[in-house]
């Protein structure tokens, strides 16, 4: 049974920070890139982050580039995203996603498991 457990998410004031955790189990961690993605209601899943097995090839959104980081403990299977400056617009479920021996891909359609999500809302 694969899980990813995403925690950390809350409510936070414009300019707060958070720092989301993803806990996988029953995969082998290494071979799996990781992506966080983020839908707010009424909106398409979009993806946020994403990391290479090794932490190596990094991608992150234009809309957060200097503010989110994106990295990964495989000696404890999990994908961290430490989010800065936040702004309403970053109010979204994210949602923690893994692909099998693939480099971080944008598509939805390329990722094989995907945790339940947790909420992040930034209030003004």
């Known amino acids: 049974q694969v899980q990813l457990v995403e925690s950390g998410g809350g409510l936070v004031l414009v300019g707060g920070s958070l720092r989301l955790s993803c806990a996988a189990s029953g995969l082998s961690f290494r071979q799996y890139t990781m992506g966080w993605f983020r839908q707010a209601p009424g909106k398409e899943r979009v993806l946020v982050a994403a990391?290479?097995?090794?932490?190596?090839?990094?991608y992150y959104d234009d809309s957060v580039k200097g503010r989110f980081t994106i990295s990964r403990d495989n000696a404890k299977n999990t994908v961290y995203l430490q989010m800065n400056g936040l702004k309403s617009e970053d109010t979204a479920k994210y949602y923690c996603?893994?692909?099998?021996?693939?480099?971080?891909?944008?598509?939805?359609?390329?990722?094989?498991?995907w945790g339940q999500g947790t909420q992040v809302t930034v209030s003004s």
């Open positions: 996603a893994a692909d099998y021996f693939g480099a971080p891909s944008k598509d939805l359609r390329a990722y094989d498991h």
């Open positions: 990391i290479n097995w090794s932490g190596g090839i990094l």
